[in-house]
Each structure stands twice: as structure tokens, then as C-alpha cells.
């Protein structure tokens, strides 16, 4: 039986029942016995309400909504109240965020700008130095060598391979192993390439160097050089007592000719002034007691 039909027998049941009360009261009053005070409308009104109320929810299950229904979109709107309100924190942390990157930018920045200016001032030189520490300590055991055999200072074979080369970065000795500049004359039967020199204050010429095969080939023959050599015998290159009167003893005897603008010699200052800033003269006294001659 459908639903409705129970509803409305139940409502003709609800009427049956109070005509029939109404009635009794009628009886009751020509009898003279006082009727109770029974606010029918309201009850009646509130078994209809209670009546639909029942309907309402019958139909509410078939269609599979009802009164969740408002619980849902009640919860939706709060849902998105609440989303809402979660999107203000959201936005702020990604402008704290942002501000934090920006911020940690402008310290990179300003720290590379200090590092490049500190390099500028201070690194390169530190970098210049350590690297001709480097070609000094390669140089020292071999010089060592030379002053044994032959006589001249470690400080002068030094610093005269420091000069020469412009501590190794020269052409002639990076690609020839060639320290000292030293020509390929008629004595020379070994290798030899010709290359552009500067000779005197300005002057360059073309002329054939003496090529070699390692750094050590070049010290040892640079010593043979000047030992063979009578000329510098006879200037007193090997009775100088150290480093500094030897460098003074090559500029007098004509080894090189290198001039200020004013045609002044200047070879053997400029190997003093080098031996005097990397110290070269301790590397002489610590080798002079201990090579025997």
C-alpha cells in the first residue's frame, strides 16, 4: 500500500477522533459536567506537523536526500570558509618566502662583489707568489746539484731561471725546456729553434736558442755553460764568496745586457732585488756547509 494513502486514512482517523470528542463535550455540557480545558487546535496542528514530518523523511529515503542534505551543504560552506581562511597563511608564507630569497640574493651579491675585490687587491699577488714558490722549489734540488759540481750559488741559478723564463711561462721554456736563454752558438751540436729575443733596452733580434728536453737537462748544461767558459773564469765568477758578488761578477763579464731607459746595466740588481724578497741567500748558507768542493 503507498505511503499517501496511509498518510490520508490516518488524518480521517485524526478527525474521526476529535468529532467524536467534540461530540462527548457537546453531552457532557447538557449534562452540566465541565469540560477540561483541551487547546485541540494546537494539538491538532501538531499531529499534522508530526504527520508530514513523517512523510517528508519517507520521501527523503527514496530519493536518497533529506535532511543530511542541509548537514552537507552546511558543511561544504564551511568547508570553504575554512579554505578560504587557509589561502591568508598560504600567501604569506610564500611572501616570507620570497623575501627570504631575495634577502639570501643580495648577500651572494654583495659577498662575490668582496671576494672579486679582495682577489683584485690581494689574490692575484697570493696566487702569483705561491706559484713562484712553486718554481723555486722545483729549481732549488737541481741548483743544489749545480753549485756542487760546478761552483755556482743555488741563489744565482734561481734566480737567473726565474728571470730568463719568466718563471718557466716563457715559449722557449715550456716548449723547449730552455730556462736561461742560452744560444745555440757553434759549440752547440745538440737541437736548437730559432726565436724572436729582446736585446738591450727596446731591441729585439731573431736568433737560434738551444733546445732541451727537461728542466734538469737545462740547469746541468747551463752550469757546463759557464764552467767551460773561460771568460767568466777569468772575471772571478768562481771566487766570488756568494750569490750576490757572483750576479755582479755575470753583469761585468758581458752574460746578458739587459739596460734601464737610461742604457745602464741593470742585470745583476734585478737578481739581487729577487734573491733579497724570496730569501735565496738561506738557501745558499744551508747548502754551503754541506757540499764539499
Request: aromatic share 8%; hydrophobic share 30%; net charge positive.
Amino acid at each position: 500500500m503507498d505511503e499517501n494513502n496511509i498518510d490520508s486514512k490516518r488524518l480521517d482517523d485524526m478527525r474521526k477522533s476529535v468529532q467524536g470528542k467534540i461530540k462527548e463535550r457537546e453531552e457532557d455540557r447538557n449534562l452540566g459536567v465541565k469540560p477540561k480545558k483541551v487547546n485541540s487546535s494546537k494539538k491538532v496542528k501538531s499531529e499534522l506537523n508530526a504527520t508530514k514530518g513523517k512523510s517528508s523523511q519517507s520521501r527523503a529515503k527514496k530519493s536518497g536526500t533529506g535532511g543530511n542534505s542541509k548537514k552537507v551543504a552546511g558543511s561544504t560552506k564551511g568547508g570553504s570558509s575554512k579554505s578560504k581562511n587557509s589561502k591568508k597563511p598560504t600567501s604569506n608564507k610564500s611572501k616570507k618566502a620570497k623575501k627570504k630569497t631575495r634577502n639570501i640574493s643580495i648577500i651572494l651579491v654583495v659577498l662575490t662583489i668582496l671576494i672579486f675585490a679582495i682577489y683584485s687587491t690581494f689574490g692575484r699577488g697570493y696566487i702569483e707568489d705561491m706559484q713562484r714558490e712553486d718554481f723555486i722549489e722545483m729549481v732549488e734540488p737541481i741548483a743544489v746539484d749545480v753549485y756542487e759540481k760546478y761552483g755556482i750559488y743555488p741563489s744565482v741559478t734561481i734566480s737567473r731561471a726565474a728571470i730568463e723564463s719568466n718563471w718557466g711561462k716563457s715559449e722557449l721554456s715550456k716548449e723547449y725546456f730552455n730556462l736561461f736563454g742560452i744560444k745555440a752558438d757553434k759549440s752547440w751540436n745538440g737541437r736548437s729553434v730559432n726565436m724572436n729575443t729582446k736585446e738591450g733596452y727596446n731591441d729585439t733580434e731573431n736568433a737560434a736558442f738551444r733546445r732541451y728536453r727537461s728542466y734538469k737537462e737545462s740547469i746541468y748544461d747551463y752550469g757546463k755553460f759557464l764552467s767551460e767558459n773561460k771568460r767568466y773564469e777569468k772575471a772571478g765568477l768562481f771566487k766570488a764568496k756568494n750569490g750576490k758578488a757572483q750576479a755582479q761578477v755575470l753583469e761585468d763579464a758581458g752574460y746578458a745586457t739587459k739596460e734601464n731607459s737610461k742604457g745602464e746595466l741593470v742585470y745583476a740588481d734585478v737578481l739581487i732585488n729577487l734573491m733579497d724578497k724570496y730569501n735565496l741567500d738561506k738557501i745558499d748558507a744551508e747548502y754551503e756547509q754541506k757540499v764539499k768542493r
